[in-house]
């Protein structure tokens, strides 16, 4: 299995851009999560699925972030209109199960963001 | 609210054993213990997890006392590849939530 794939890897954007971050779980995990990580913050959870449906959405930050999961297989996280403090790493995880419960998160490489 | 504290930074030397602590505040009771490690320009990626008591694989042991307000992480004789940020993680059916990690230097 390759794991689970992000793209693009590396994005530069202009201050009020749209930003669309892409994300391919591992195939047959049910579950999928987004995480963004900056030095200040650390690793904070944005949002996660299940079974393509949003289960908790608290993470993300405020109207300009949005996030889909039209099937098993792809999900999308959106910025619009970005700005420089969403710099950071964005990460997908996905596991078979909820993680935390018997079951482990298999993260991506990451989307480094910068937003000038 | 569930909040994960560990130690920022640790130093080690090569041979030796490095135990890292986390608590587990308001840790909800069917949540399990995960322990992550992450190296520069990659994603976090799983050590080991467990419920309670002792666990151990081919990398580590994972300590849980019974009443699970901590966890030990225990690597065993580390060398330089062991230079990782590692992350206490609790969650499930309680808010998911990682720890700030612990920067783990290895030095020759």
């Known amino acids: 299995d390759a794991g689970v794939i992000q793209s693009p890897r590396h994005e530069v954007t202009e201050m009020g851009q749209e930003v669309t971050l892409r994300c391919k779980p591992i195939?047959?995990?049910?579950?999928l999560f987004w995480y963004r990580q900056t030095m200040m913050r650390g690793l904070e959870l944005l949002i996660y699925?299940?079974?393509?449906?949003?289960?908790?959405d608290s993470g993300m930050p405020e109207d300009r972030f949005s996030a889909k999961m039209p099937n098993a297989s792809f999900s999308t996280l959106k910025i619009q209109p970005s700005e420089p403090r969403d710099s950071a790493v964005y990460f997908c995880?996905?596991?078979?199960?909820?993680?935390?419960?018997?079951?482990?998160?298999?993260f991506g490489p990451g989307t480094r963001l910068l937003v000038l | 609210l569930a909040k994960t504290t560990q130690p920022i930074s640790m130093d080690s030397y090569e041979g030796q054993e490095v135990n890292i602590t986390c608590s587990h505040n308001n840790i909800a009771t069917n949540d399990y213990i995960t322990w992550y490690q992450q190296f520069p320009s990659q994603g976090p990626r799983f050590i080991i997890q467990g419920y309670k008591t002792k666990v151990t694989n081919e990398v580590a042991s994972l300590f849980i006392p019974a009443d699970r307000k901590s966890s030990t992480l225990s690597l065993p004789r580390v060398s330089l590849s062991d230079t990782a940020v590692y992350y206490c993680?609790?969650?499930?059916?309680?808010?998911?939530?990682f720890g700030a990690g612990t920067r783990l230097a290895v030095h020759p």
């Open positions: 699925f299940n079974n393509n449906v949003p289960i908790d």
């Open positions: 995880a996905s596991s078979l199960g909820l993680a935390g419960v018997t079951e482990t998160q298999y």
């Open positions: 993680f609790s969650g499930g059916y309680n808010k998911l939530i």
């Open positions: 195939s047959g995990h049910d579950y």
